[in-house]
């Protein structure tokens, strides 16, 4: 089993991020590996650390501004090989349809939901890293 899960987390807004990571923690759960969360503020850093490599779980803002999370995962999952799961916050329940749109793994509501976040976050890690290990 992997030692660290890299997260790549999108928010222009600190907060949210920072929200965010108080959320997942250090680990999601027993079972899987410590997280190291990256975070980044724009669609250019997003885009230079996929490109990158080695992001097990990419956590994005719909409401991120001027690049929205949205349109980067729909960017994401129509451009990289192999993407990794992709969560979305989205600020409102008729975002919903836009997130299956943009081919997210999951979303969950914002402002941050401190126990359906690292649930749905540590669903979707399981699930990449059991893909890897059978891979």
């Excluded at 992709?86 to 919903?96: E, F, G, K, T």
Aim: proline share 7%; net charge negative.
């Amino acid at each position: 089993m992997k030692t660290t899960a890299r997260v790549l987390l999108y928010s222009d807004d600190r907060t949210t991020r920072e929200q965010v990571r108080l959320a997942l923690g250090k680990r999601l759960a027993a079972d899987l590996p410590e997280l190291d969360v990256y975070e980044v503020a724009t669609q250019p850093v997003v885009l230079q650390a996929m490109d990158a490599g080695g992001i097990d779980l990419v956590i994005l803002d719909g409401e991120a501004t001027p690049s929205g999370g949205i349109g980067l995962c729909h960017q994401l999952k129509n451009e990289i090989t192999d993407c990794p799961p992709v969560l979305l916050l989205v600020a409102r329940v008729a975002d919903a349809w836009l997130a299956t749109w943009s081919e997210a793994d999951a979303i969950t509501p914002f402002p941050v939901d401190p126990v359906r976040l690292p649930a749905a976050a540590a669903d979707l890690l399981r699930a990449r890293l059991a893909a890897e290990a059978t891979a």
